[in-house]
């Protein structure tokens, strides 16, 4: 579980009504707000990429005022999420969410400029040296969910930026870059 040290929160965490949601419907709207942006800013910043409906998610609750969000609260959060396109439900029961605080085709520019900056446009590189190699290390790639990963991956191949090959496991797909 993920843990808010270091993370600065806004002050609207500490006000109880903020974890209710509100029924003036203007009201409401401000208090989705807020936290579809403290959602994608805690993610961002803690490189978390998947949120449980159901589980212990740090900004669910704040044991400093004794509040959590309820169920239908959360839900009502990460579905505004889903609406802006910066979330996608990973299950038909609407359990897990994908949090997409790039958005795929950000991810692939990402994966553009970095093979860029490290002189790879003509290089074969594993998925996993993307995700976590040492020529990763410092960039947002660094430590990306595989999925998310893939999908631009895959993006870009449609694009004809590289091609993809299968390996004999999960482990050694590799990627043929031609940017």
Known sequence: MQKLV???????????PYFTLQPVRETRE???????????DFCRTQKVFV???????????NPAIERS??????????????????AEWMDKGHRKCLILWH????????????????????????????????ESRGTELHGMDRTV????????EHKGKLAIFKGTSADD????FSL
């Open 173 to 176: 797909e590799g990627v043929k």
């Open 51 to 61: 949120i449980g409906l159901e589980e212990d998610f740090p900004l669910f609750s």
């Open 103 to 134: 958005r795929i085709q950000d991810w692939a520019d990402l994966i553009v400029n970095f093979v860029k900056e490290y002189g790879l446009e003509d290089s074969v590189m594993t998925v996993e040296e993307i995700r976590s190699g040492t």
């Open 69 to 86: 969000l309820s169920h239908e609260a959360r839900e009502a959060f990460l579905s505004a999420l889903f609406s802006d396109g910066r």
């Open 149 to 156: 990963l893939m999908r631009a991956l895959k993006l870009l």
């Open 30 to 40: 401000k208090q989705i707000q807020l936290w579809k942006e403290l959602i994608i």
């Open 6 to 16: 270091e993370f600065k929160l806004p002050n609207f965490f500490n006000y109880p």
